[in-house]
Structure formats: C-alpha cells, structure tokens
C-alpha cells in the first residue's frame, strides 16, 4: 500500500493507541487467569483448576449480597427511570418552564458532587429521621443518585427526535396521551433503555454510599467483595470477579448495541 | 364574543404549562430529600460538637474545623499539625496529576481512534466504554494484584534484579496507577466526541496554509477540541477529588485522600463533626473547580 | 314548528314557518343558505385568516393578515424564507396560536382548538413518517384515533395506498423508501382522514428536479380528483405559478397580493412582488398624469407615454416595472421604442439574454431564438428596443 503524505495522521499514535488498549485489559486478564489458579496463594501458580467457581457458587454469603445488590439495583432502576423520562420530558419537551437550568442542574446534581460527600448526607439524614430499615436507606439514596445516569440518554435521545413526529401524530388527530404511548415512547425507547441500563450499572457497581449505609441484613456485592478484599486476595474472590467482569460484558454488549440500533432507525431525513 | 375568545387562549397555554413542572416535581422532590437537605444537615453537623458514644450533638462549634489544621491537647493547647492539610494538598495533588496523565493518554489514543475507519471506530470506542462498566471495585482489586507482593510487575522487575518480595502498593504510586486506571474512560470518551467532530478539511486547510503538524496540532486541532478535553478534565478531576476505594486499597492507612478520611470518621473514627468538616472542605473545592472552570467557559463564550 | 321542506344540494337551505301565530306563511332564509347563494357567484370560504399577527421575540413575524382560502381551490402561500407563511401554516394546522386575530375553518374559530381536534391534515416538509411503523401503519394511524372500524381502516388505507401507487409497498417502513415514495406515502397519510383542508409545507423541497415536476402534476390531479382544499406553503415561484387556483404574495409579514398566477406575474401590485416573481427591470420615471388604472410618465429616455399601473401613483417619482421577455428586440421591435447598446449576453439555447445600455440605465432583455438569422445581436452594437405600452406597469416608488 502507497502511504503518501497524509496529513492527518501523527506518527507513532498506533502504537501508543495499542499500548493503551492494552493497558485498558491487561489487568482484568491477569484477574480471569488467576481465577484459575488450583493454589490458594493467588500468586503461586501450581495448576489449572475450576475449583474456585464452584466454592464461589456455593458461598451463602456472596448470593445473598447479589440478592441484595440486584433487589437494590432493580427497584432503584425502575425508579430512577421513571423520574428521568418524567424530567427530561418537562425539560426538553415543554414550553415555557421557569428555572429549566436550575431544574436540569438539580437533576444532575448526584455527577457534580463527590459521591462521598453525598452518602456521608445521606447516612447523617437517615439516623437523624431515624430510618432503620436498610434496604430502605439503600433503595432511596440510589434512586436518587442513578438518576442522572439514566436522565442523560433519554435527554439526548429526545433532543435528537424531530418534533415533527409528535406535531404529525397531533395533526392525525392523536390526543397528547396517544402520541406519546404510540410515537413518543417507541421512538426514544432505546435511549430509555440505555438509561435504565445505565441506573442499573451504577447501583450495581455503587461500593461508598452503600458502604456508608449498609448494616448487618443488607450488605451488597460490592461492599462483600471489599470485605473479601480486606481478608486477603484469594483464587475465590479472583473467581468471583470474573464472572461479574463477564456478566458485565455481556450486559454492556446488549446495551450498547440496542443504543446504537435504535440510532439507525431514525436515520430518516430531516 | 373577542373577549371569549381571548379569555379562552390564556387558559389553553396556561393548563399545558402546569405539566413539565409536575413531571419536574419527582426529581426535584428526591433530589432535594436525598441530596439537598442532607448537605445543609452535613453544614450544620460540620460545627456540631462530637457526641459522647460518636454521632454528633447540635451546636455551633468550630472544632471540626480546627482539627484540621489544629490538634487539641488533652489541656486544651493549640497545636499546629500540618498531616490532616497534608492530606488535603495530596488530594488535590493526586487528583490533578491524575488528570493531566488520563489527559496526555486520552488525547492521541481518542485522535487515533477518531482516525479510524467506521466499523473499527465504533467497536473501538465500545473498547473504550467496556472496562466503565465494570465494577469499579474489581478494577482496582486487579492493580492490587498486578503490583502485590508476587504480582506480574513486581515479578517483572525481579528479573532485572529487584529484590526478592518486592511489593508496590501502598504508596501514592499505587494509588495514582488505580485512580488513572478507574477514570481514563471518562476522558477518552469526551475527547474523542469533539475531535470527531471535527471536520477534517480544517487540518487540511492549517497544512494548505503552510503549517506543520505540530502547529496544526497546537493552533487548530487542540482548540478545537477544548470544550470535550474542560468537560472529560471535569469528569476525571471532580470523582479523583472524592476517591475512596483507591486510597483506602492501595494506599493502604497511611496515604490518605480526603475521601478515605471520611470515610474513616463515619467509619471507625467516629467523629461526625470533624468528618463533616473534611466534607465541606471536600465540597468547597469541588465547587470552587467547577465555578472557575463555569466562570471561564462564560467568559469565552462572550469573546466568541 | 319548523320543518325542513327543501334541499338545495343535500344543504337545509330553507325553513319554512308553517303555523305563525299570525297564519301568515313567512319563509325564513337561514343565514348559510344566504352564504351559499353567495357562492354560486364566489365560492364558500374554507379558512379564513382575520388579522392575524404573531410576534416571536422581538421579531415580528406576521402583521394583522388578512385573507379567505375558497372551499375547494388549490391556494398557494408564496415567499422568500422568513415572510411567515410557515408560521400561519402552523397556525392553521393548530402548532402556532396567533397573538391577536383568528383563524377560522368554515367559518369557525379554531384558535383554541387543539392540533388534534382540527379537521385538518398537514404534509411535513420532513415527511414526518413515523419510522417504527409500516406504510399501512402509518396511514391507519389518523383513522385510529378517529376511532374508525377495523375493516373501514383496512379498505381506506388499501383505497389511499393505490391512488399514490404504493399499494405493494404496504408492510415496508419509511426508511425503505426513497424520496419521492415517502412523499407519496405522507400524501396518503393526510388525506386518508379525508380533512376539510389538507395543509402542504414546501412538501417538494427534498425532492430531487426530476420529481418535482412529476409530483407536481400528480399533487394538481390529486386536488382535482379530492376537491379537498389544498394549502400549500413554497418559496419556489414556479411551483406556484404551475400549480395554484390563486397565490398569496407574502413578504415581511405581510400579504403583498393575492391572485391568480397570470394576475400576480402580469400585474403585480408593488415593487416586491414585481421583483419576487419573475425577473423585471426596474426604470426610474416621472408621473406626469394619473388615474387610478393608468398613468402617463417619461420614460429616462425623453418619451412620454400611458401605462397601466397597479393603483393611483402619485405624482413624481416611481418606478417602471418592465420584464425581460416583453422587450423586444431588432425587427421585433412594436410599440414605445429606443436605441439601446449590447452589453453583455448570455447565450441559453433556447433563449439568449441581453444586457443592455440605455441612458446610463442597464436593462435586460430576453430574446426567444425563434430562427436562427437575425436573433444574434453582438456586444458592443447598437439595437432597437421597443415594448408594448399595457406590458409595463407603474408601480409606487
């Protein structure tokens, strides 16, 4: 191949580039092939074993707190969706609305802060009202802060619809509710589904603010795993992280390309 | 009859106008109980005085405050103890380094990936956002690893003669090597999203007009991309402020961040009002950076 | 005590008040029957647009309009972008509210009706196709919500999706289709409702030369065969002159005229019409006489003549407004008449374009090469320019 003058192209990016993705997954690699080490000093290498998933499989204490994470996660995604497509609907679809900055502000509020800042509030809040019910506290304070997480890609995704659709679904005689079950809703559902894809990610992955708020009954998977962390590296926790680091993957996988799929069915054009 | 009809038109806006702000009204009323309120309680507890069996009694007292800069002897003297400003200097410290290498990392990988052809891009680009979906506690697990005693690097400079059982954690290198780890995503991705729209004929044209790369980098392509390198600093800096998990894991007890001295006053320390204290402080900051860098995006906004 | 006794096209027109007190036989018009033996002269008033304004911001966007669309005619809103007439389109479709005036369908005020109760169907400049649902979904989708029966849906959009030819396309989506097939579709879209006014925003833009003119013809026919009233908003004067019944001049707000096509291009009522529609030159003249139909001026080049103008000019200064293809050139030359020298010339097949210099004014002429000899006049000579009086037109400085 002819490589000629092009100007656009800075010598010694492909490697760098290189060197960085492999940085970006080398870690997690040595974590997987750890994870099958047969020795239980992580770092002594005797043999290939699997023995590690099945006493991960087997350990009470690590389902339970996935319970509790995925309860968690699950209700604080509902939630937190529910409060952004509300939101970015009043924000982006409607007219005349006073403070709209501050209101997009305080909605985003939980990314401007420092995560630690906040669940240091929230536990201060929760013993001063006196809310002993932890999941409560749980489900509450990551509700809250899943929100923007989930807000910004249906913003996105209904800055990017024509209000044409709408105006068109009016002029065909639809009331406000049909046009948004029947043509708002479908056309911004993948970036309501990124979002909720998002919440659910966040609150799963959340170790301070659960940290901060989680008692006895209500440890969730990251807190665990940082109790694990705290005992010592060992082949099971390696285990461990890799199944989530797959369970993530495939997550991700699916998230992003109903995203990017849904971006191609608007490709209509303006 | 014309005034019917005008009565009727204010009403028609005026029934639209109550629905954005009762679609508003579920943000704003968790956002406000779950966040707002609890900082101004954070404020009020940061000059409470510490209860006698930890938690706080309400009042107003700066000794939260003093003990920052001060430690009180059991006679009550006043002495000057520079570790708790120590730690607040190394926090913004570790926290800007941080930045500047996810920066000087992020700006020519997203340029090279922008570079690429469309298929390659958008899995490259996914590459990028995958490891952000990952538990963060499990990223930083896998530099505890890889720098441990026995891990792959110090292994790795045994052969070159390090002594046998080197480890490489806690110190603030291992910390800095998780917080870049955990954060680079979030620089990348912005970067990436304004150099790639950034239209190509413009590089052309700095090279038409007789610059070199190196100028066309500095005059064209750097602040062109400025807005997506502020808001990817903002995304690195204002979490690598507020970082726990790094310094509690790899800096081990002695390398403090703000974060894990928090943490530790709600923790184990037990002394609300002065971890209250290191929250505002923490919370200042944060809020001084994103001022300034509002303050200064305004007034290029004027001058443009 | 009132019956019904007669019908004129299906229409109560008369009631008859059989058993007045009185015992006299009185016969009571109603007043729409007085309408309608109007309109056997002028037709019935489809939309009507009553001092209408519209401010967005400081700008002012529309200035008490006035004006009727007739039932049943093909009514073009015509303008540079900006003048507003996709703003009062909005407002008819219901997306805009007028600040002061109203619009009225039929003689009702649809000001505060909602976009979604107005018997009245828009084609988007966008298509506006809802990308998630098929063709026939899409065209279901207005009847739907007029709550019509499943079976009246499926014979309707089967009826709508043959008379665009689209018929095999039925199951695609939008994003299938090209161009010219989405504007087919949206057409379906709006007119299978059956709306008493369908309202079309420069629907042809995104169309390619080619299928404009073919959609065109088709959008001609297809407001014959209907005898929907059609509303169509463009910036492009030959789609207007092609099309419409009648054509609303909107500049700055504000209707400049309202006529047919031959009545706005051969008697334009000012200056920005004159200039908006076709190309003119514009000669500085002296009124020296006028009524309100014609006036007498000297032309720059010392002669005086009578020309028709569009309402009383004053004395003084005005302009004369002259279009390149009435100036006749060489042996063609007929009526008023001056020497004149060839400046420039653009040679475009069918025509050649001349600019011309006449006591210090430029003009341009156009020329139909009709024969080959005698149309080639070269630059630097000297030709014969003549015009006939009633083709120029005096218009208010």
């Known amino acids: ?270 | 009859m014309t005034d019917l009809s005008a009565d009727n038109r204010t009403q028609g806006p005026k029934r639209k106008v109550n629905l954005p702000y009762l679609g508003l009204l579920p943000a704003w009323v968790i956002m406000g109980f779950a966040l707002i309120l609890p900082i101004f309680i954070i404020a009020a507890v940061s000059v409470s005085t510490r209860g006698a069996y930890g938690g706080f009694d309400w009042g107003v007292d700066f000794a939260g405050y003093r003990q920052i800069i001060f430690n009180e002897g059991w006679s009550g003297e006043m002495e000057f103890t520079p570790q708790y400003l120590l730690i607040i200097l190394r926090t913004i410290l570790l926290a800007g380094v941080t930045t500047g290498i996810c920066l000087l990392l992020a700006v020519p990988v997203a340029y090279w990936i922008a570079s690429q052809p469309g298929n390659r891009k958008s899995i490259l680009v996914f590459l990028v956002t995958l490891p952000f979906w990952m538990s963060m506690i499990l990223r930083v697990y896998a530099w505890m690893i890889i720098l441990g005693r026995g891990g792959p690097l110090p292994r790795f400079l045994e052969i070159f003669g390090a002594q046998e059982g080197l480890s490489l954690m806690y110190n603030d290198g291992a910390t800095l090597a998780a917080m870049v780890y955990t954060y680079i995503p979030l620089m990348v991705l912005p970067v990436f999203a304004s150099i790639e729209k950034l239209d190509g004929t413009l590089i052309e044209a700095a090279h038409d007009l007789y610059g070199n790369r190196w100028t066309t980098l500095r005059r064209v392509i750097l602040p062109l991309t400025a807005p997506g390198i502020v808001s990817g600093a903002i995304l690195v800096f204002v979490p690598a402020l507020g970082a726990v998990l790094e310094p509690i894991l790899m800096g081990g007890g002695k390398q403090m961040m703000m974060g894990s001295l928090i943490q530790l006053q709600f923790g184990g320390g037990r002394n609300w009002p002065f971890g209250a204290a290191i929250a505002m402080t923490l919370l200042i900051v944060v809020m001084l950076v994103l001022i300034v860098i509002a303050l200064r995006s305004a007034q290029k906004d004027r001058e443009v | 005590m009132f019956r019904k006794c007669s019908f004129i096209d299906n229409r109560p027109a008369l009631y008859v008040l059989n058993e007045h007190p009185v015992g006299k036989r009185i016969v009571m018009i109603s007043k729409r029957c007085l309408n309608f033996g109007d309109s056997q002269m002028s037709q019935q008033t489809a939309v009507g647009v009553n001092d209408v304004s519209k401010k967005f911001g400081s700008y002012q966007a529309l200035r008490s309009v006035n004006f009727d669309i007739r039932e049943n005619e093909f009514f073009t809103m015509l303008g540079p972008s900006g003048c507003g007439k996709t703003t009062l389109l909005r407002m008819m479709a219901g997306f805009e509210t007028p600040d002061t005036g109203s619009i009225q369908l039929h003689h009702q005020n649809i000001v505060d009706i909602p976009p979604h109760k107005r018997r009245v169907n828009t084609v988007f400049q966008s298509y506006a196709l809802f990308p998630h649902m098929t063709l026939s979904q899409n065209v279901a989708f207005g009847l739907e919500n007029l709550g019509w029966g499943q079976a009246k849906i499926e014979a309707r959009v089967g009826e709508m999706l043959e008379r665009v030819h689209m018929q095999d396309f039925a199951s695609r989506k939008p994003a299938q289709l090209s161009g010219g097939q989405r504007q087919r579709i949206a057409l379906a879209r709006a007119l299978a409702p059956e709306p008493k006014v369908l309202l079309l925003d420069e629907p042809l833009s995104a169309l390619d030369l080619k299928l404009r003119q073919a959609m065109r013809d088709e959008l001609r026919s297809l407001q014959r065969d209907t005898g929907i009233t059609f509303v169509f908003v463009t910036h492009d004067q030959e789609e207007a002159l092609d099309m419409s019944d009648r054509i609303a001049v909107l500049g700055s707000g504000e209707v400049q005229q309202i006529g047919t096509p031959s009545k706005v291009y051969e008697e334009p009522a000012n200056k920005f019409v004159a200039d908006f529609i076709g190309e003119t030159n514009f000669l500085d003249v002296d009124v020296l006489e006028s009524s309100g139909t014609s006036a007498t001026i000297r032309t720059p080049f010392g002669q005086v003549i009578t020309v028709p103008c569009a309402s009383a000019v004053p004395h003084g200064k005005a302009t004369l407004s002259i279009r390149p293809e009435k100036l006749n050139l060489g042996d063609q030359v007929e009526g008023v008449d001056f020497e004149a020298k060839v400046v420039k010339k653009h040679y475009l097949g069918g025509y050649t374009h001349y600019l011309l210099a006449v006591g210090g004014a430029e003009i341009r002429a156009s020329r139909r090469n009709a024969s080959r000899a005698g149309d080639d006049f070269p630059i630097g000579d000297n030709v014969h320019v003549g015009f006939v009086e009633n083709s120029a037109r005096v218009l208010v400085k």
Not at chain 1, 47 to 75: C, E, H, P, Q, R
Not at chain 1, 194 to 200: K, P, R, T, V
């Open chain 1, 1 to 270: 191949m002819k490589k000629g003058h092009d100007v656009k192209r800075y010598p010694g990016l492909s490697v760098l580039s290189f060197a960085f993705f492999l940085y970006l997954y080398a870690p997690l690699f040595v974590v997987i092939l750890y994870s099958f080490n047969a020795n239980r000093i992580t770092s002594v290498w005797t043999g290939f074993s699997y023995k590690w998933y099945s006493s991960a499989l087997n350990n009470d204490a690590l389902m339970a707190a996935l319970k509790t994470s995925l309860t968690v996660a699950g209700i604080a995604t509902v939630v937190a969706t529910t409060i952004a497509l509300l939101a970015a609907l009043a924000l982006v679809r409607g007219k005349k609305v006073r403070f709209r900055k501050l209101s997009e502000t305080v909605v985003n509020l939980p990314l401007l802060l420092p995560e630690i800042v906040l669940a240091v509030a929230t536990l201060i809040l929760f013993s001063l009202i006196g809310v002993q019910n932890g999941m409560l506290k749980l489900v509450i304070a990551h509700s809250a802060f899943c929100t923007p997480f989930a807000f910004l890609p249906i913003r996105a995704r209904l800055q990017g619809m024509s209000l044409d659709f709408e105006e068109a679904a009016a002029d065909l005689y639809a009331s406000r509710w049909v046009v948004f079950r029947r043509v708002t809703l479908p056309l911004i559902f993948p970036g309501l589904f990124s979002g909720a894809m998002l919440a659910f990610l966040i609150s799963m992955d959340d170790f301070i603010t659960s940290n901060m708020l989680s008692s006895g009954g209500t440890t969730t998977l990251p807190v665990y795993i940082f109790s694990l962390i705290r005992a010592g590296t060992s082949p099971e926790l390696n285990a461990i992280a890799t199944m989530l680091i797959i369970g993530s993957i495939i997550l991700a996988t699916i998230a992003l390309s109903i995203a990017t799929r849904g971006q191609s069915t608007a490709d209509q054009p303006q």
